[in-house]
C-alpha cells in the first residue's frame, strides 16, 4: 500500500468521528514551536571570555560535532529544521551574541548584537524568542543575581535584563511576531535558609524595575520561569512556582512552566487549564525530567501527549506559547533537536485527532467506562498514517528516513569540526 492509500484508509477512521483531518492538517502547520538553540552547543555561548556553565543546571556527555561558532550554530539549526514540518521559532540566550571578538559585558548588550540573527531568521520566516543570561558568570559565582544581597550585583543583572527586553522588542519589531523574553535565575541556597522573605523581597524589587519601562506587547512579551531547586540551590530556590505565579497574575506577564522544574509526581498538564482561566497567556518550556531535572530530549510519553490535549481541547493553541528545553551531549545535538521537535508536533497532532468534543460529552453524562475505553482504543488508531503524510506534504522525511540525512551530516559536517583550541 502506498503512503497515499495509508493515508486515505486512516483518514476515513477518522472520520467516523467526525474529525476532519484536512482541517487538523492546516491547523497543525500554524503551531510554532521555540526551538532552544542551546541544545546546539551545550549552552556555551559566543562570549569571548565564557565562563563554566553554572546556575545549578549540567549538560552530560561529548558526543563529538558541537557547534562552536555563530555560523555552525546556524548551520546544524538549519539541518534540524529541514527534518522538521511547519515553520517555527528560535529561542536564543543573551550568551549568543555576536559581537566580534570584542568582550560586551552583559549589561551593555545592545540590538545590534544580534543582528546576524535577525538577518538569518528573517531570511527563513522564522520567529525569535529570548533569555537574558543571569549564570555563567563571575557576578553569578555565588548562585545569587535578582535576589543577591550586594546592590550592585543586583543592578548589574537588572540592567542585564532591561537590556535583553530591548533587544526582545528588537526582534519583535524585525520579525513581524512578539518575541518572547523569558526570565530565568538560579538563585537558591544549598541549606536550609534562616530568611526566605527578604531574598523574594529583593526579587520582586530587581522584577518590578526590569519591567518598568514600557514595552508593546506587539513586539515583546515578559515571562518569569520558576523553579524547584537546582544543583547547589537544594534546599531554597528564590524564584518558586507560586513566587512567579503570584508575580505573573498580579503584573500580567506571562507564567513560564518548565515540565522538569516540578515534583516528580505533579504534571504541567493538570495546570494548564486552572492557570488560564486566570491568564490569557501562558509559556511552557517542554523537557523531560527523569528522576530530577534532568532536561533529557523529550520523547512521546504520556504526559506529552496528555500536555498537547490539554492545549488542544481547550482550544489554547494562541494561548500557550510552546517552547522546548532539553540539552543532551551524548547523542547527536541535531537529531535531540529533531527527535524532540517532531516529537512535541507529534503529540500536538495526535491530540487533534481524539474526539475531544465527544470526550467530554461523555464526561458530562457521567459515562466513564465509555471515556476511558475510547481514550485507548485512540491510542492505537492509524495516528502514524496521517504523521507520515504531513511529513511528505511538508517536504520533510518520513519516518526514520530523517535518520540517514543526521548521519550524512555528521560524517561530512560535526565530524570534521575542531574545537577552537585544536586550531590554534
Ligand atoms: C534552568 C531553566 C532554564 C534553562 C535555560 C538554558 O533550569 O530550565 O530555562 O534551561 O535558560
Ligand atoms: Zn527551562
Redo the contacts with the bound molecule.
Sequence with gaps: MTSNENFERAKQEYEKWGINVEQVLEKIKQVPISIHC?QGDD?EGFEPNKSELS?G?DVTGNHPGKAHTPEELRRDLEKALSLIPGKHRVNL?AIYAETSGEAVERDELLPRHFENWVRWAKDRGLGLDF?PTLFSHPKAADGFTLSHPDIEIREFWINHCIACRRIGEYFGKELGTPCLTNI?IPDGYKDIPSDRLTPRKRLKESLDRIFKENISEKHNLDSV?S?LF?LGSESFVVGSHEFYLGYALKNNKLCLL?T??FHPTEAVSNKISAMLLYSDKLAL?VSRPVRW?S?HVITLDDELREIALEIVRNEALDNVMIGL?FFDASINRVAAWTIGTRNMIKALLYAMLVPNEHLKQLQEEGRFTERLALFEEFKTYPFGAIWDYYCEEMGVPVKEAWLKEVKQYEREVLFKRQAPSQTV
Aim: without cysteine; glycine residues 18%.
Design positions: 542551546w549552552i546556575g543546571i540566550h533569555n530565568w520561569e523553579k537546582g518548565d522538569g522544574h518550556h531535572d532536561d528545553d
